[in-house]
Nanobody
Framework: QVQLVESGGGLVQPGGSLRLSCLASGFGFSSYAMSWYRQVPGKERELVARISNGGGTTTYADSVKGRFTISRDNYKNTVWLQMNSLNPEDTAVYYC????????WGQGTQVTVSS
């Protein structure tokens, strides 16, 4: 079955960086676009970044453009989200996502940006 396992979250000071990882299994990873979403309590889950199956096309939310970078390695079945210049508004639970005949989500990883 499809499994997405995120890691790399934590507490970071404003201006700092984190790198999130998502290890995928149970499906043909290289055939599917992958995404990162985030959610804060009381708000809808929002798309942060998406990468095409081959990695050649990426899209970002306006709020993270120029600060976050999504990438993938189809040999390692892994997608990353490099987050730089973090600010408190980036505090959220971050989820890895794939749409494969339906939505699949990881368990989420907490990112907290605070001094």
């Amino acid at each position: 079955q499809v499994q997405l396992v995120e890691s790399g979250g934590g507490l970071v000071q404003p201006g700092g960086s984190l790198r999130l990882s998502c290890l995928a299994s149970g499906f043909g990873f290289s055939s599917y676009a992958m995404s990162w979403y985030r959610q804060v309590p009381g708000k809808e889950r929002e798309l942060v970044a998406r990468i095409s199956n081959g990695g050649g096309t990426t899209t970002y939310a306006d709020s993270v453009k120029g600060r976050f970078t999504i990438s993938r390695d189809n040999y390692k079945n892994t997608v990353w989200l490099q987050m730089n210049s973090l600010n408190p508004e980036d505090t959220a639970v971050y989820y890895c996502h794939v749409n494969r005949w339906g939505d699949y989500w990881g368990q989420g990883t907490q990112v907290t940006v605070s001094s």
